[in-house]
Structures are given as C-alpha cells and as structure tokens.
C-alpha cells in the first residue's frame, strides 16, 4: 500500500504563493486519483483538486480555479499543488489522499491519507 506524506505548507501573506508537495512511496496502480483536500478549523475536510496518476486529467473546487494548479511527476513519484493569490479563507490543514473515488469530493471513497500539512494566509 502507498504512504503519503506533504509537505511545503507555512504562513503566507494575503496574495502570495505556497507549493505544497506529496511524495508517494509505494505503488500507485494506474487508475488511481491523487487529490488534495484541506480541512479548516470547525469545518469539514474539503476537496481541492484531484488528477490521475496516470493522464492529465484534473479537477478543481470553484473557489480555487485559476489560482491553484495540481500536476504530478511520475518520475518523482511525487504530486504537487501551487498557491497563488492566496487569501485568509484558503487556511487549512491540507491533506494528500489516493484512491479511485466514483465521486471526487467523497473523502470516504479514498483509501490512503497523508498526515496533512499546515497552510496559514495573514491578512
């Protein structure tokens, strides 16, 4: 079974930019998603982008579109999600997760998780 494990999060101001990294140790099958979810303070554990392992294939939450970008290197083994215009509301605790969901958001359909890593945007 594949571990996930994040890392690159930190305190950022309001509009600047963060890489977040999942390194993947194990195997990946083929048809598997990698996805990025973030989980606030009092709230529920959100989606935030997802892409196949293998193809180019990606998703996105609305508020993020255009701001966020999810892409992979096989070769690494690694996945990765670049931060722009960051903004106070994109704080969380964000997490790496793989599994072939039916539905993108469904976090019980992903069946390995990283410990998460934490994102603050001052104001």
């Known amino acids: 079974q594949a571990r996930l494990v994040e890392s690159g999060g930190g305190l950022v101001q309001a509009g600047g930019s963060l890489r977040l990294t999942c390194q993947v140790s194990?195997?990946?099958?083929?048809?598997?998603?990698m996805s990025w979810f973030r989980q606030a303070p009092g709230k529920e554990r959100e989606f935030v982008a997802g892409i196949r392992w293998e193809g180019e294939s990606t998703s996105y939450r609305d508020s993020v579109k255009g701001r966020f970008t999810i892409s992979r290197d096989s070769a690494k083994n690694a996945v990765y999600l670049y931060m722009d215009s960051l903004k106070p509301e994109d704080t969380a605790v964000y997490y790496c997760a793989t599994g072939t969901p039916r539905i993108l958001e469904d976090t019980r359909q992903y069946i390995t998780w990283g410990q998460g890593t934490q994102v603050t945007v001052s104001s």
């Open positions: 194990g195997r990946i099958f083929s048809g598997y998603i």
